[in-house]
Nanobody, 127 residues
Framework: QVQLVQSGGGLVQAGGSLRLSCAAS????????MGWFRQAPGKERDFVAT????????GYADSVKGRFTISRDNAKNTVYLQMNSLKPEDTAVYYC????????????????????WGQGTQVTVSS
């Protein structure tokens, strides 16, 4: 399994921006599709964004489309989530995840698709 270590996050006012990073190690990063999920207190873990192995295709939850951008740098073994125009309802623990991409062009959006997870990082958006 690939190991994932997250960084970034924190407290920001509504309308602000944050960038999350997720560094991978242990396997060939470019073999993995990557995703970001989030979990608010008392709620299930929800899909946020996903990106294929090459970065050529991305997918987003409707709630973040146009505000969040997922990207990856395979040379640095890192995936990013740029979050702009943040809202209080974006407050959650954010997780990055890795899925071995047997199907290279598939966008994986389900929690059950992913086998490796980061440690989670808190994002709090104040109103």
């Amino acid at each position: 399994q690939v190991q994932l270590v997250q960084s970034g996050g924190g407290l920001v006012q509504a309308g602000g921006s944050l960038r999350l990073s997720c560094a991978a190690s242990g396997r060939t990063f470019s073999n993995y599709g990557m995703g970001w999920f989030r979990q608010a207190p008392g709620k299930e873990r929800d899909f946020v964004a996903t990106i294929t192995w090459s970065g050529g295709s991305t997918g987003y939850a409707d709630s973040v489309k146009g505000r969040f951008t997922i990207s990856r740098d395979n040379a640095k073994n890192t995936v990013y989530l740029q979050m702009n125009s943040l809202k209080p309802e974006d407050t959650a623990v954010y997780y990055c995840a890795a899925k071995y991409a047997y199907l290279r062009s598939t966008l994986y959006t389900a929690v059950s698709d992913y086998g490796s997870w980061g440690q989670g990082t808190q994002v709090t958006v104040s109103s």
